[in-house]
């Protein structure tokens, strides 16, 4: 028995994405390169935001936050999973596990949150303009930062909770490249039916929150653009939302596609699969998608080139 009275399992091996020797290689450097483009794009990004102080409000106060959130779950999650692929035996500690699950459900879970926050901050950019200074003043915008990642230590702090009172008896091989909630529910030996509910109830809490919060915004968002008679006007509204819709899109798709199917329904490769998606290929997009996609951000960087160039 460890010394943790919770659990007589000291370590864990993670599977890894892949059991097949010849793909092992070529994975390690393609999510090397996922890994190394989301570095440089968040922190970028991040950066970006700091120097300009055009970028100072309210729009990039959110984006900034995000930007640290995907590089942050990334580093948290992908040189694990990169190790995983040049060693024979993936370990990781108890404690080390209960670490990374913390984490990893903090950071997703803010996520949501932060993209919430990001389409009300549209909501009153487009429906109420005159009131949009006062509606999202620093305090407002400090506020709704606060709930984000007061979301995020929530659902970290009861999923965790709800792992470490479970036993681990024998068996110690997690079928996933990270430890997730549900093959580590899969895994122990006495998890039972209120441990699922646990998950159920927090997942509906800190996701659908953000959900509802994004569906109405944009509900109201579509029937004040479509009051707007000039198709220019028009065009301007829709494309101040298209970047966070798509990222909105991408985020949520992945993750309902892996959390909102019975896994008796799911097999655990496709699972990986799409866990991949949202923790390795979304932070990786979503600063190129802001990027690309924004007139701001693209003057910023053509401004902060120009200055270095000429200094």
Request: some cysteine; proline content about 4%.
């Amino acid at each position: 028995m460890s010394a943790d009275n919770t659990s007589s399992v000291t370590d864990f091996i993670l599977m890894g994405l892949t059991d097949q020797p010849g793909l092992q290689i070529p994975l390690f450097f393609l999510f090397l390169a996922f890994y190394v483009i989301t570095v440089v794009g968040n922190l970028g990004l991040i950066t970006l935001i700091g120097l300009n102080s055009h970028l100072h409000i309210p729009m990039y106060f959110f984006l900034f936050n995000l930007s640290f959130i995907d590089f942050s779950y990334s580093t948290t999650l992908t040189p694990k999973m990169l190790m995983g692929f040049v060693s024979k035996k993936n370990i990781i500690s108890y404690s080390g596990c209960m670490t990374q699950l913390f984490f990893y459900c903090f950071f997703v879970i803010s996520e949501c949150c932060i993209l919430s926050a990001m389409a009300y901050d549209r909501y009153v950019a487009i429906c109420k303009p005159l009131w949009y200074t006062v509606m999202m003043s620093p305090q407002v915008c400090l506020l709704l930062l606060l709930g984000v990642y007061g979301m995020g230590v929530f659902g970290a702090v009861t999923h965790m909770g709800n792992i470490i009172v479970l036993t681990f008896c024998a068996d110690n091989c997690v079928n996933h490249y990270m430890c997730d909630i549900l093959p580590l529910l899969e895994l122990s030996c006495n998890s039972s039916y209120i441990n699922l509910l646990v998950v159920f109830i927090v997942l509906t809490i800190v996701i659908g929150v953000p959900i509802v919060t994004i569906f109405s915004s944009y509900g109201f968002i579509i029937s004040s653009t479509l009051h707007i008679r000039s198709t220019k006007g028009k065009s301007k509204a829709f494309s101040t939302c298209s970047s966070h819709i798509i990222v909105v899109s991408l985020f949520f798709g992945s993750g309902a596609f892996m959390y909102l199917k019975p896994p008796s329904t799911l097999p655990s490769d496709q699972g990986k699969v799409s866990s991949i998606f949202y923790t390795a290929v979304v932070p990786m997009l979503n600063p190129l998608i802001y990027s690309l996609r924004n007139k701001d951000v693209k003057f910023a960087l053509r401004k902060s080139l120009s200055r270095k160039m000429f200094s």
